[in-house]
């Protein structure tokens, strides 16, 4: 585990003389990949390689709750980063022991000591400082250090004592599950006791099957698993949730019988959990409006009418973006889509309409269609020419995506287009007054007179029609609309600066010379798309 791009993957790339970080999508790990690792001294370890992108916290925590021991990457130039904390927090969650890798030791800028300070200061008690925790410097491209890293390892699995039942029931955890157009549900599992066979009847969560086949990393058929053995497992009726537990049971009906209740049970949960919410919404709206109408006055009824008016006002800015999430897996599908929340902004929330595995279907344009939504694909294989011209009939917008990165920039950019922007007054000149000339109106009364106020720009330009503000010694002591502006005897729109002009604004003629009128324009601004170099995005209004 560890921060993106400080070297997992090319550490196992090394460990076992391959190279999958030239097969992952920008380089950096997706999903969790789950291999083993057959060492020089005959020893054979299983990893699981985590991503280390800020999207994917869920499938690391996974990830932490199925191993033994956790080797946590730094990389010696970059130091200790977000996701290093956030796996430093995973690990001791599920109270896993650590080795801590310090990465990249070849570079010229590498500054081990550095790390070692910062990983103190996190609480991780290492063993150079008196503690329990293994440090050992290594480089994955130069493959330095890795023998001493075998040894940290096999050692703490030692002192760990770990041991596992190989003739008692069978337990295993589901990593990943996918769908395959050929083979159907398929789900990646590790073996934790016991032997799981080919021809038994299993239950994962709320989805059983019979176990027809299993693949082992190298994709080749086995029986059979035994513990730490991570297994593709195919005959399964649906696809499984990642992190599912997988049990074996005596026949077929007792696992029909047992998925059918856990899915009853699910149902249940997610009503009594969706109820409640939009009676109690409605109910205290009405209660409010009621005790507001009881206890204000006239005045304050028309208080909360106009209050309310601004509050629909604001509900009409914002829009719904709708989405759809199609992933190669299932742990990618949930963390795509936990991400894409995250982008939901005070003007345009996201809302993820549907999330499966695969490729796009024919159901999912007509899904998409309905909901006027976005279809969006990572990591998925090309659309059948069927399915492909059913979106541009309905004209379905569908977006695919091999890079977490750019999956998460370009939703970001599309926010940012779909938002209607936030009404905002600016100052868009500034004029002072140099001179006054007096119109006089008519009979005793004087009615229709008017006051011109010769001024200068000072900066921008003043508009005629927009409104304006009368600042003396600093402080507004009138605002109103800017209803005549000429310039040399000529009615104008707008003058700008450094220019002389004449201005009336309305109802207002007690002008005093070195008064500064403002010329206030309102404007739509839009939110932007910010990502940081942790990978973290957000939307900032």
Partial sequence: ????????????????????????????????????????????????????????????????????IVVLVVAADDGVMPQTREALSHAQAAHVPMVVAINKCDKHDANPARVREQLAAEGVELEDMGGDVQVVEISATKSMGLEKLEESLLLLAEIMDLKADMSGDVHAVVVEARVDRGRGPLATAIVRNGV???????????????????????????KS????????????????????????????????????????????????????????????????????????????????????????????????????????VQGTAEAVSEALKTLTSPQVSISIVHTGVGIVSLSDVDLAEACNACIVC??????????????????????????????????????????????????AGKAQV??????????????????????????????RGCMANVLRSGEVIYEGKLISLKREKIDVDAVGHGNQCGMIIEDFRTFEVGDVIQCIESVRRKPKFVSSESGAVKIEC
């Fill in 225 to 328: 698993a035994g513990p730490s053995m991570p297994v593709e497992i195919e005959g399964l009726k649906g696809l499984p949730q990642a992190g599912d537990d997988i049990i074996v049971v005596a026949s077929e009906e007792r696992a029909r019988k047992l998925s059918e209740a856990r899915k009853h049970r699910l149902e249940m949960q997610k009503m009594q959990k969706a109820m409640p919410k939009p009676v109690l919404q409605k109910k205290s709206k009405k209660e409010l409006k009621k005790s507001k109408e009881e206890v204000s006055g006239e005045e304050g009824v028309e208080s909360n009418e106009g209050e309310e008016a601004e509050a629909n006002e604001e509900e009409e800015e914002k829009v719904e973006l709708a989405i759809i999430v199609k992933a190669d």
């Fill in 434 to 463: 140099l001179d006054l000339f007096e119109i006089k109106g008519k009979g005793s009364q004087n009615v229709g007179a008017v006051t011109i106020a010769g001024c200068r720009v000072l900066e921008g330009r003043m508009m």
């Fill in 1 to 68: 585990m560890g921060h993106v791009d400080h070297g997992k993957t090319s550490l196992l790339d090394a460990l076992r003389n391959s190279s999958v970080a030239a097969t992952e999508a920008g380089g950096i790990t997706q999903h969790i990949g789950a291999f083993v690792v057959n060492m020089k001294s005959g020893a054979s370890l299983t990893f699981l390689d985590t991503p280390g992108h800020a999207a994917f916290s869920a499938m690391r925590a996974r990830g932490t709750a199925v191993t033994d």
């Fill in 196 to 222: 799981l066979a080919v021809g038994v009847n299993v239950v994962v969560g709320t989805e059983w099957g019979r176990v027809r086949n299993l693949t082992d990393a190298q994709n080749q058929p086995v």
């Fill in 378 to 427: 990572f990591n998925t294989k090309n659309m059948p020419a069927p399915v492909e011209a059913a979106c541009k009939r309905a004209n379905v917008d569908v977006r695919h995506y091999r890079v977490i990165y750019h999956l998460l920039e370009d939703i970001g950019q599309l926010i940012v287009k779909k938002a209607p922007g936030m009404l905002e007054d600016q100052v």
